[in-house]
C-alpha cells in the first residue's frame, strides 16, 4: 500500500522562491560561475564572537539537555532587561517565551489564537511564509494590497475597510518589513493598535529587524531617535522577534515572542507538544548577544550595512530602477524595475544566468504588482556590490 494523497493544504502552500533562486545561484556556483548574492536575507558576517565562544562553553559544560519549554529562565530575563535598557520599557520575563526562531514563535501563536476560517490581516507585499503558517492551521492569511503612498504598510483605513467581523482575527505587521526595510513611526503603530482593538482584533508586530535601523539617516522620519518598541503600546500588543537578524544567529535557529501573561500557559502546552523545548546550546549563546562587547560588534555592523544601503540607493536609479520608498531597516531595497521589465521572475531568471547577479522577485512576497518589483538584499560587501552593479549596467545596456 502507497500513500499517494497528501493533505490540501499542501497545494496552497506556495515554495519558498527566493530559496529556489539560491539553489539554482549555487548550482551555477559549482560550475564555477563568479555569483554574487543579492537574494537572500542573510547577511555575510558570522556570529559575534563572544557569542560562538558562550556556546563553546556550553557545550563544553555539559549543557546539552533539555530547557523549560518556555526557554531558560535567565534568558528570558535578558531579554527583559534589554528592553528596559534598550527602550525603556518595562516586560516581565512571564511574558516572553523562547522559540525555535522566530518562526516557531509565529507557530505557536497562531496554533494559540486562530480557529478554522479565522483570518489574519497582512500586507502585500510581506514575508511570504507568514500566510502558509496561517494555512496549516486552517485559518487564511489575508494580504492586503498596499503601495508606495503608505510605504507598502497597512494603515488604519485598510484595517477598517478589509475588516471582517465574522472572520478577522488579528493583523500582523512587520516593522521593519521585509521585504521593503519600511518602518512605522510609533504614532503609526499606535493608530494602528488603536484601530485593530475598534475592531475587536489583536494587533501582533514582527520585530524581527529591531536593532537594524537607520535612524541617524539625514533621510530618516525618526530624526535620529532608536524607533519605540510596539510593547510601549501597552500589554495587550504582541511582539515576535529573533536572535537571527540583529544578532546574526540565524544557524542557531532561537526567537522569542512577548504575549499577555494570561496567554503563556497555553503557549507553554503547545509548546511541549510541538517543540518540547528550543535548542539548548543556542540558548547559552545567546546569553552573551546581550554583552557589551556582542552589542559593540552588532553596532558596527549596522553602521556597515548604512553604507551598503545608501550605495545601492545611489545607484539603483542610474540602472533603470526606481525606488519608491526608502528603507529605514533591516537590509533590503525593494526596487520597482517596471521600466526595465514587465516580467521580473523572467528578468531575475535571466540576469542570474547572464550576469551571475542573484536578486528576488517580486512575486515571492505577494500579488499586488509583484511582477514589476525586484528585492535586492544588501548582505555582501561594498565590494561585490560595485562588481554586482557594473554587471547589472553592462546587461542592462545590452538589453536595451
Not at 545561484?25 to 555569483?35: C, E, F, I, M, W
Not at 483570518?119 to 494590497?145: S, T
Request: charged fraction near 20%; include cysteine.
Amino acid at each position: 500500500f502507497i500513500l499517494t494523497g497528501f493533505a490540501s493544504r499542501t497545494d496552497e502552500i506556495a515554495p519558498f522562491q527566493v530559496m529556489a533562486i539560491l539553489k539554482q545561484a549555487q548550482a551555477l556556483a559549482a560550475k564555477g560561475v563568479d555569483v554574487i548574492h543579492l537574494e537572500i536575507g542573510e547577511p555575510d558576517f558570522d556570529t559575534p564572537q563572544p557569542i560562538i565562544q558562550a556556546g563553546i562553553d556550553a557545550l563544553a559544560a555539559g549543557k546539552t539537555h533539555y530547557t523549560p519549554a518556555l526557554g531558560l529562565p535567565e534568558l528570558r530575563q535578558k531579554i527583559a532587561d534589554f528592553y528596559q535598557a534598550r527602550y525603556g520599557v518595562a516586560v516581565s520575563a512571564n511574558r516572553i517565551a523562547i522559540t525555535p526562531g522566530a518562526s516557531g514563535a509565529l507557530l505557536l501563536l497562531m496554533a494559540a489564537r486562530l480557529e478554522e476560517g479565522d483570518e489574519l490581516l497582512m500586507a502585500d507585499p510581506g514575508y511570504p511564509c507568514n500566510r502558509h503558517f496561517a494555512r496549516v492551521f486552517e485559518a487564511r492569511g489575508r494580504l492586503i494590497a498596499t503601495s508606495a503612498d503608505s510605504e507598502f504598510q497597512l494603515t488604519p483605513q485598510h484595517i477598517r475597510q478589509h475588516w471582517t467581523k465574522s472572520k478577522s482575527k488579528a493583523v500582523l505587521i512587520a516593522s521593519p518589513a521585509n521585504p521593503t526595510g519600511a518602518m512605522l513611526s510609533h504614532q503609526e503603530l499606535e493608530e494602528i493598535a488603536v484601530t485593530t482593538a475598534q475592531q475587536g482584533g489583536e494587533l501582533w508586530v514582527d520585530e524581527i529587524y529591531h536593532g537594524l535601523t537607520y535612524h541617524d539617516g539625514k533621510d530618516s522620519k525618526f530624526a535620529g531617535k532608536r524607533p519605540q518598541t510596539a510593547l510601549a503600546l501597552g500589554d495587550n500588543v504582541i511582539v515576535l522577534n529573533s536572535f537571527s537578524k540583529y544578532f546574526g544567529m540565524t544557524g542557531w535557529r532561537l526567537g522569542w515572542m512577548v504575549v499577555p501573561e494570561d496567554y503563556i500557559p497555553v503557549i507553554e502546552r503547545l509548546a511541549q507538544n510541538l517543540f518540547l523545548a528550543p535548542t539548548t546550546p543556542s540558548q547559552h549563546a545567546a546569553m552573551a548577544a546581550f554583552d557589551e562587547d556582542s552589542l559593540a560588534i552588532m553596532e558596527e555592523r549596522r553602521l556597515e550595512l548604512q553604507q551598503r544601503r545608501d550605495y545601492l540607493l545611489a545607484e539603483l536609479p542610474k540602472l533603470g530602477f526606481k525606488i519608491p520608498v526608502v528603507p529605514d531597516g533591516a537590509f533590503y531595497i525593494y526596487a520597482d524595475a517596471s521600466d526595465l521589465t514587465q516580467d521580473t521572475q523572467t528578468f531575475c531568471q535571466q540576469l542570474l544566468q547572464d550576469t551571475g547577479v542573484a536578486i528576488t522577485p517580486g512575486f515571492d512576497f505577494g500579488d499586488h504588482n509583484a511582477n514589476l518589483f525586484v528585492r535586492f538584499a544588501y548582505t555582501t560587501n561594498i565590494e561585490r556590490l560595485q562588481q554586482a552593479i557594473a554587471r547589472i549596467q553592462q546587461w542592462v545596456s545590452e538589453q536595451h
